[in-house]
């Protein structure tokens, strides 16, 4: 378990809060973007952080996602360079990170290698879409030796068995998928999907915490999934608002700027 996720969890609930959670493609919008983003989303308010390890194929996301990554690759935003950006971005804030990625990249860099570097460079947990719990005891051994955080994804199609499942091997919280499909903002969450049935499920069966993402873009939405959950993921919708910025201060300003928005009814973040 991570010290600064249970402590994150132990504050939220002490101030009887709901997480929220910016999504960021490191060095995007432009080259030098990832420190500045991070500094201003922790300034604004961020109680976990999630930054996306890009990939020529990532399957979970949609097209606002995946050409965000295709910027992030052509500026060079390698795992060596994301490392470097969270250690630095250590060194003013104890906000947890989680590293959202593919496994691809992980096998070529070295899955032990990149766990110990991720792990001392101050990354608390790893999200792995394409890693099916059922092929993930070799990765996630690495995880638990290294002390990072495993986040499972569960979906809709889970039945109530697999919620479980996947609930138990969550470290320290489960992240919900609101919807069938990529990643991408819209105007209705779930996109008409039943999102209330399924984490009605969830509530049934998991017995630790569970965040929601996909599809989440407005103050609306993070007020109706904390009314579900214990946390709120908004990523597609923080990259659009970023993607015009020309330079890393002008991006900073954005994500911040977007994160402000995002309070429900004016509560406090």
């Known amino acids: 378990m991570s010290d600064r996720i249970r402590r ?123 890693v099916p719990p059922e092929e993930s005891s070799d990765i996630s051994a690495s995880m638990r030796k290294a002390g990072l955080s495993m986040v499972c994804l569960i979906a809709p199609t889970s039945s109530d068995e697999r919620i479980r499942t996947l609930d138990n091997l969550s470290t320290d919280f489960s992240y919900c998928v609101s919807l069938t499909g990529v990643s991408g903002a819209r105007d209705k969450l779930g996109s008409g999907q039943n999102v209330e049935s399924f984490l009605r499920r969830v509530q049934m069966n998991a017995k630790k915490k569970y965040v929601v993402g996909f599809g989440i873009s407005s103050a609306a939405h993070v007020g109706e999934v904390w009314r579900m959950a214990d946390g709120a993921v908004v990523g597609s919708a923080l990259i659009k608002a970023m993607s015009g910025a020309g330079d890393p201060a002008e991006a900073a300003a954005a994500a911040g700027t977007f994160l402000s928005s995002l309070r429900p009814n004016g509560a406090s973040l």
């Open 8 to 130: 994150r969890w132990e504050v939220l609930s002490k101030e009887h809060r709901k997480a929220l959670i910016p999504y960021i493609t490191p060095e995007f919008p432009v080259r030098g973007a990832t420190l500045p983003v991070l500094q201003s989303l922790a300034k604004q308010g961020s109680d976990f952080i999630e930054v996306g390890v890009p990939f020529s194929d990532p399957i979970a996301d949609g097209p606002t996602i995946q050409g965000s990554s295709e910027v992030a690759l052509r500026n060079g935003a390698t795992i060596p360079h994301i490392l470097a950006a969270i250690r630095e971005f250590r060194a003013s804030s104890e906000i947890p990170v989680l590293l959202m990625g593919y496994v691809n990249p992980i096998l070529r860099y070295g899955v032990d290698r990149f766990m110990q570097e991720s792990a001392a460079a101050g990354v608390d947990g790893l999200i792995l879409p394409d």
